[in-house]
């Protein structure tokens, strides 16, 4: 009863030998030869093989093919209106006209307010007597003049007499020029208790109210001009190569509406806060539609180029600080240089890569490079 335990522990034994110590002859005995074995090892695949390494690090990876993509640099910004300014009094004095109502659309040379003339027209009426009187002075001392000199030539007046006739003359031709000037200032005064829309645009605020005191410096109105509106967005350092002066733009308002334009302004300086520049494009808005402060995101058109998607967690830094990704390369991590060409909602568009990679996307920050990884595949960005 004894020996059949004892003979199935022998055959156990036996078998256990041969898988531990001779594993080609139990191979043999069970069919399979050395050459099936080696063909299937040798259909492995490297990241396969690193996997059955002890050593390998773990990490998730996507596949990624380069594309095409279009050829505009995206910025987020705002609309601006073209002008902005507050019109402010010149002169002091009284508002004696009906104010305007925010929102009206005013052209240039519009009335904007007046304001009481008060004693600017006798000071005019004075300063035009005076210049008559001057004049009158002038005219008798130049009458003078021509008969101290003529009495000087025939020996019959001293030069003393000829000298204080030309100084005469010289005083009321100075008292004729001070008369202008001051005729000059009165009608300017008088010019100035108008204020006048100084280009076509919209109210932003009321006109100041019938009977306000205002003094130089005092604002009668704000205007914006709307027509053209500008589009303003602020370029990251790694765009500005791409933007020109000149180039086709448009725009995507909040409201779904696109409006075309062209930029005319970008800027050599960039923000010590932001590190990004501005950049300025003009736009038609002749209905008005368009307000100042509406947010856009704008389109500079630029040369296309080849790019891959990728998630922005799939960025790193080497040792250098220098920005980049991590790919498997023969079952082993490897860094690569990027550029940013593009930050979107759906990933990062990077270029500076093979047109085919396969680029770690978790467990980057954990290799380094020609360490094993062994690898799970995920799906590509779209």
Not at 81 to 90: F, L, S
Not at 204 to 226: K, M, N
Request: charged fraction near 20%; hydrophobic fraction near 45%.
């Amino acid at each position: 009863m004894r020996l059949f335990p004892i003979l199935t522990a022998a055959v156990v034994v036996a078998v256990l030998y041969l898988l531990v110590f001779d594993r080609d002859r139990l191979l043999t005995l069970a069919g399979v030869g050395p050459t099936v074995v080696e063909a299937v090892e040798a259909s492995e695949t490297p990241a396969e093989a690193a996997a059955h390494n002890a050593h390998a690090v773990p990490v998730v990876a996507m596949r990624s093919t380069a594309q095409e993509i279009d050829s505009a640099v995206v910025l987020r910004g705002r609309t601006e209106a073209a002008r902005n300014i507050d019109v402010q009094a010149e002169t002091s004095g009284l508002v004696v006209s009906e104010p305007l109502r925010k929102g009206s659309t005013v052209a240039a040379g519009d009335l904007l307010c007046r304001l009481d003339i008060g004693t600017r027209a006798a000071a005019l009426a004075e300063a035009e007597s005076r210049l008559t009187e001057a004049r009158a002075r002038l005219a008798d001392a130049e009458i003078n003049l021509t008969a101290a000199s003529r009495l000087s030539e025939g020996g019959f007046a001293t030069e003393t007499r000829l000298t204080a006739a030309e100084a005469a003359a010289e005083s009321a031709r100075a008292g004729v020029q001070a008369a202008e000037a001051a005729i000059a200032s009165a009608k300017t005064e008088i010019d100035r208790i108008e204020i006048r829309a100084p280009f076509d645009g919209l109210l932003e605020t009321d006109s100041a109210e019938l009977g306000s005191l205002l003094q130089p410096g005092s604002v009668c109105a704000s205007i914006i001009q709307l027509d053209p509106i500008k589009l303003v967005g602020f370029a990251p350092e790694v765009a500005i190569d791409r933007i020109t002066v000149g180039a086709s733009a448009g725009a995507r308002l909040a409201t779904g509406r696109e409006v075309p334009g062209t930029v005319t302004f970008l800027s050599r300086s960039a923000d010590p806060a932001t590190r990004t520049f501005r950049v300025e494009v003009e736009a038609p808005n002749g209905d008005l539609a368009i307000g100042d402060g509406q947010t856009a995101e704008i389109f500079i058109s630029s040369d296309g180029q080849v790019a891959h998607l990728l998630p922005q967690s799939a960025l790193t830094l080497n040792d250098e600080g220098r920005l980049g990704v991590r790919l498997v390369v023969d079952a082993a991590a490897a860094f690569a240089p990027v550029s940013v060409v593009r930050d979107t909602t759906q990933g990062i568009w990077v270029t500076g890569l093979e047109p085919d990679i396969e680029v770690i996307v978790v467990g980057q920050e954990y290799v380094t490079d020609g360490v094993p990884v062994a690898v799970t595949l995920k799906e590509a960005a779209q």
